[in-house]
C-alpha cells in the first residue's frame, strides 16, 4: 500500500490532483489508515489510462463516463463516435500539415504563405484543413 505522496510521485502529479480524481469519481476512494489514504498499485495503471486519455484530448468529464458506463452503454457508444470524428479531422489537419511542410521544404518561395497558395493550387483549389470554428 502506497501513501498519497508516493502515488503522486510515480505518476507524475500532485497529491492534490489524486484526491481531485477522487472527488470526480476517476478514482475509487481509497483504504485509509488513521484517516490516511493508503492506495494499492491498481490505482497507477487507472492514473495512466487517465493520463493517456487527457493526452488523447478526452476530458476529465468524458473520461469518468468512460469509466463509468458499461461496456456498450449508449453513452460509451455516441461518446466514441464524437471522439472519433474528432480524432479523424485531428489527423486531416495533420496530414494537411505535413504536406505543407514537405512542400515548404521542396520549394523555393519567400514565405509559408506561398507555399500553402501553391499546394492548395496543386490540390484543385481544395482549402487546407484549418481547425473548427
Known sequence: M????????????RPSALRYYERL????????DSGRRRYDDAVLLRL??????????????EIGLLFAGRPYS????RLATHKLGEVEHAMARLHDMRALLR?????????????????RERRGGRELTGPRA
Open 74 to 77: 449508449t453513452t460509451l457508444r
Open 2 to 13: 502506497m501513501a498519497i505522496g508516493e502515488v503522486a510521485r510515480r505518476a507524475g502529479l
Open 103 to 119: 512542400s515548404a521544404l521542396r520549394c523555393e518561395c519567400l514565405t509559408l504563405e506561398q507555399c500553402a497558395r501553391r499546394l
Open 48 to 61: 495512466r489510462v487517465i493520463g493517456f486519455a487527457r493526452a488523447c484530448g478526452f476530458s476529465l468529464r
Open 25 to 32: 469519481g476517476l478514482l475509487p476512494a481509497p483504504r485509509r
